[in-house]
């Protein structure tokens, strides 16, 4: 069964970095566009990131982030990453690592909090 397994939130200041961590399993890790969305309290789910398949030529970022994070992939470790720089208090949220296959997953999330 697919399975999205996300890490490395955590409490930081303003200004400051993080790297986000999904490890995929269940499904050709490398045949599949990999996406990071978030969602704040009392706000609907966003996308942030995407990154096509194989080797991952193709980005996009939503423009709240664009130059601040940035999405990569290594197949070899069926694993996607978001690094995440000069953080907002705006970018305290649930972090979710996606795939859509069959039908979309879901990983349980990281919490990423910014604040100082």
């Known amino acids: 069964q697919v399975q999205l397994v996300e890490s490395g939130g955590g409490l930081v200041q303003p200004g400051g970095s993080l790297r986000l961590s999904c490890v995929a399993s269940?499904?050709?890790?490398?045949?599949?566009?990999m996406r990071w969305y978030r969602q704040a309290p009392g706000k609907e789910r966003e996308l942030v990131a995407a990154i096509t398949s194989l080797g991952g030529s193709s980005t996009y970022y939503a423009d709240s982030v664009k130059g601040r994070f940035t999405i990569s992939r290594d197949n070899a470790k069926n694993t996607v990453y978001l690094q995440m720089n000069s953080l907002k208090p705006e970018d305290t949220a649930v972090y979710y690592c996606?795939?859509?296959?069959?039908?979309?997953?879901w990983g349980k999330g990281t919490q990423v909090t910014v604040s100082s």
């Open positions: 269940g499904f050709t890790f490398s045949s599949r566009p």
């Open positions: 996606n795939v859509l296959i069959s039908d979309n997953y």
